[in-house]
């Protein structure tokens, strides 16, 4: 397979998933020319350049894609449609533009408004993959190794702008596939979006707890591990609820209702059942970690 | 403080937990006799054999209690009514009870019935520690260090068996603190019993998903920490939810309203909402964090 190297890579929002994947992509010897860092804050793009994730920095996009012949929207969901707005007059006429959302419906509805006749050249990505750090000081070229991404394109996206984003995730490590932005959105809402809201509620609830300290004080390993999610960033995931919002509410309801349902067999101490539901659980759980160690 | 040793050591049960305690109390060369061992499964026995756990063997909890000055008992939490009946008559006069399990009240009312006039001797108590392991083959002398066991003392506790069982824990490295059994059901309802339920049930959501495979296929990290708790053993937690029913149903009811409040949010799509209720939990948790290090 042939992979033509990039030759200008503009990079707007150079974050953990954007300076990541151009640090693998400059592992991977496929930037040929330079990186253009575009941000909002001076520290982190100074942080980017230090770091060699980026070559020069600038704080307008419109300046950031003037040649780029890939231009990479790592920015937060809600400020993907404005980016796209900006930026559609300055692109290059052969650049193939994608981001790395997590919601999938919403950014192409936005992207399709904002970027008009150059919506075909537009292939939206989800890579996942990150944790709970950010910006460009927590970058690493290795971050999407063996990790999944999933390009959703429209019926419109050009098939050599498709094949030139799964190419140059493929060359960083990262199993690629390709689903409807609907499937996608559905998927992601049952198993990353509901869990987080999951976890944000419960370190809530106990934040109310009346004797909050000792509770907080009295948690075991298993709370920490099971609300690590819950320190992830509220911006990002204010912005995650909003746009992938009919997805994650059928999710949520769906649980509260199996929720309910244990309520009701713990209320009838009904043994036999509550250890029926606890082992199947474990027994998926158990499939699921061997179905990705495989 | 003077710690006498213990002279000899009935330990019924012989998992990760009560395998684990006495290894520490061996290191710490507080086992002066022999440490007698009584289990339902003779291939669980024979590791604690193997691994110097226990110097003999038995299935018979009357036999193993025999001469012993402590007994622990290290059982499902089920069965710790009906060992405590079946040992009562062959205790030693001076012998220290103690037990391990997760729902105090439950554990202490069974014991009332059981021991009748020996219940003085009974100290109930709860390391705050495990993981997903079980067994003999599990346990190792250092699970205890720097973690919290709860001594849940009636009023009729003898004196001086408290301070005995605290000894013991403070010895494998413990911090002991003393509660109301009350009080420990409801912090440990928040903070364990909750949590686990949200896990299984999670799990057990996801895996009547209708694309399940998919569904577990493009989980993440996240995922998993989020999950871990949900492999834990279903029989002891059919035990804990029957045992501290009524605590547990407070804290799920409380959880089950917050979470409907968020479902609100999300509905009515409140963006600035949102973002408040994941920065306070995120503050919360990341407050919890700094105060366990501390």
Not at 186 to 208: E, G, I, K, Q
Request: charged share 20%.
């Amino acid at each position: 397979m042939s992979m033509p190297a990039v030759r200008t890579l503009a990079l707007i929002g150079v974050g953990l998933i954007g300076g990541s994947w151009v640090l693998g992509l400059r592992e991977a010897g496929l930037v040929r020319g330079e990186v253009v860092g575009c941000g909002r804050s001076m520290s982190n793009l100074k942080t980017a350049l230090e770091r060699g994730i980026i070559d020069s920095a600038t704080t307008d996009p419109r300046v950031a894609v003037q040649g780029a012949d890939l231009v990479v929207v790592a920015v937060p969901l809600g400020a993907v449609g404005p980016v796209l707005g900006t930026i559609r007059d300055h692109l290059a006429g052969d650049a193939v533009i994608t981001d790395v959302g997590s919601a999938k419906g919403r950014v192409m509805a936005d992207a399709a408004e904002a970027l008009t006749h150059r919506y075909s050249r537009f292939v939206p990505g989800h890579p996942i993959a990150g944790n709970e750090k950010s910006g460009a000081g927590a970058a690493f070229p290795e971050l999407f190794r063996q990790r999944r991404v999933i390009l959703t394109p429209a019926e419109e996206t050009d098939a050599d702008a498709l094949e030139r984003v799964t190419q140059l995730w493929t060359a960083v490590g990262a199993s690629v596939t390709h689903m409807t932005a609907a499937h996608h959105d559905d998927v992601l809402a049952a198993t990353s979006h509901l869990p987080h809201m999951l976890a944000y509620s419960l370190v809530d609830t106990l934040s109310r707890w009346s004797d909050r300290d000792e509770v907080f004080a009295y948690a075991a390993g298993g709370f920490r591990d099971f609300t690590r999610i819950a320190s992830s960033d509220p911006g990002m995931w204010r912005d995650i609820c909003i746009a992938n919002r009919e997805a994650l509410l059928v999710a949520l309801e769906r649980y509260m209702s199996d929720l309910a349902a244990l309520h009701e067999t713990i209320q009838a101490g009904d043994g036999a059942r509550l250890e029926a539901v606890f082992r199947h659980a474990r027994d998926a759980r158990n499939r699921f970690l061997t179905m990705l160690e495989s």
